[in-house]
Nanobody
């Protein structure tokens, strides 16, 4: 069984930065694509960014391109999301997820394991 634990959320002013981290248990991390999703109040959960099993390929939703960067360390079983130039519309609960496969997909049905989420609040 895989467990994902996120950290790094908090309250930040608009224009500021946060770095989210996710640590995974189990032996499948290094062979799985990973993703970050978010869910704002009253909205559906949405894909934010993803990274392939090797780290060689990444994807990000248009709303965060140029501001957010996803990275992974397979030796440490961690995946991070560096968030810069934060905006009030980035306020949400952010979830780390481990995919069924090796390539990055943007639908949440492609992800098998999920963390509990970490709150990010951006004040304007």
């Amino acid at each position: 069984q895989v467990q994902l634990v996120e950290s790094g959320g908090g309250l930040v002013q608009a224009g500021g930065s946060l770095r989210l981290s996710c640590v995974a248990s189990g032996r499948t991390f290094s062979s799985s694509a990973m993703g970050w999703f978010r869910q704002a109040p009253g909205k559906e959960r949405e894909f934010v960014a993803g990274i392939s099993w090797s780290g060689g390929s990444t994807k990000a939703t248009d709303a965060v391109k140029g501001r957010f960067t996803i990275s992974r360390d397979n030796a440490k079983n961690t995946v991070d999301l560096q968030m810069n130039s934060l905006k009030s519309e980035d306020t949400a609960v952010y979830y780390c997820a481990q995919s069924y496969g090796t390539v990055v997909l943007t639908t949440d049905g492609a992800y098998k394991y999920w963390g509990q989420g970490t709150q990010v609040t951006v004040s304007s």
